[in-house]
């Protein structure tokens, strides 16, 4: 899957700003991005001198790449997604860089293998930021079927170019199944009377349709629980797109990958928006940051040290005039953390 970025530049060089439902509006006013000033100043102690290189593992429309290519002058930053419209799309926008933007589309739990195809084997980098979740992009366009707002096909795939859609999982799994994932990656309460409807409808049509599942959920949820709390058919949306996506394995894998991948001194910078990514993060960074050694050892050998240091105290949130300038910022925990010493994966 990975790609070499002048394919991917020559690719967008034939794309264009319209999106698929119809938006013409430039790159830069359909995405903003999230905490863009906190992610920058908490990497610029690494990624300050001439140089440096980042990598933007989780491209988008490139929005943060943008933003840190602009302040750090003597920058180079790697940008890696999955989806190929993103990166088409990313690849205009930063075209005034030149070679400072080199981007590669594949999945970020293959940051090594994309670091070494850019930099060279052995090369380590400066830092790295992560912008979890569902982009702006795959949001906004209908037809991508992500949003439960919009009556789309029922495909959730990041890389629509592959993989299984959200039409053929339902199509396909079983009850069980459906029932664990909603509990698993939507915290879905009301999964099994859902998943029951599900198998229901599916016997007597094919369920193809965001549309379809809306409704769906609607009737399987009682009343009194769909008056608060939002749309009912947030939670099955997410936990469809995280199983269709099997976002949790890639983000478990590419975190120890990423950390691995860092100069000593270098720094991993992580946007989480929803609490089964962040528990994960949170994990990964307080194991780092805490080391291997017994409590009470006297000395502490080497490979027992942290490799880590917790920037954040917690996860830090979008304030008030952030959320109001994007509201997409209200979810947010952001964490980070410097590698202190080589990487030691102490789970």
């Known amino acids: 899957m990975l790609e070499a970025s002048e394919s991917v530049r020559a690719s967008s060089r034939h794309s264009s700003n319209i999106g698929h439902d119809g938006s013409t509006r430039p790159v830069q006013e359909r995405h903003i991005p999230v905490l863009l000033s906190q992610c920058l100043d908490m990497l610029a102690p690494a990624i300050e001198a001439p140089g440096a290189v ?28 999955r989806d190929p419209q993103a990166i088409a799309l990313a690849s205009q926008r930063l075209a005034r860089f ?29 830092g790295i930021l992560m912008d979890l979740g569902v982009s702006s992009l795959q949001l906004d366009e209908a037809d991508r079927g992500f949003a439960y707002s919009k009556d789309a096909p029922l495909d959730m795939r990041m890389d629509a170019t592959t993989g299984t859609s959200a039409a053929d999982l339902l199509a396909t799994a079983s009850e069980a199944d459906i029932i664990r994932i909603l509990r698993t990656y939507g915290e879905e309460k009301f999964a099994p009377r859902i998943a029951r409807l599900i198998i229901r409808r599916r016997d007597e049509a094919p369920i193809t349709r965001t549309g379809e599942l809306v409704d769906i959920v609607r009737a399987a949820i009682p009343a009194p629980a769909r008056r608060t709390g939002g749309n009912p058919a947030k939670r099955t949306f997410q936990a469809l797109r995280v199983a269709v996506n099997d976002e949790l394995t890639i983000l478990e894998r590419a975190l120890p990958r990423a950390l691995a991948s860092l100069r000593v001194g270098g720094r991993l910078v992580v946007e989480a928006y929803q609490s089964l990514e962040d528990r994960i993060v949170k994990d990964v960074l307080r194991r780092g940051a805490t080391g291997s050694a017994p409590s009470g050892l ?14 954040t105290k917690g ?16 979810s947010v925990r952001l964490r980070g953390a410097e590698l202190i010493s080589e990487w030691k994966d102490n789970s």
């Open 315 to 330: 996860a830090d949130r979008a304030d008030q005039a952030e959320q109001e300038h994007n509201p997409r910022s209200a």
């Open 54 to 81: 980042l990598v933007d593992a989780t491209l988008g429309m490139g929005g943060h790449t943008e933003g840190a290519l602009e302040r750090f002058d003597g920058l180079t930053v790697i940008g890696i997604d």
């Open 298 to 311: 006297p000395i502490i050998p080497d490979e027992m040290a942290p490799s880590l240091r917790l920037l």
């Open 98 to 126: 030149g070679t400072r933007f080199r981007a590669v589309h594949t999945t970020y739990d293959h940051i090594d293998l994309a670091i070494e195809e850019q930099c060279g084997a052995g090369m380590r980098v400066d």
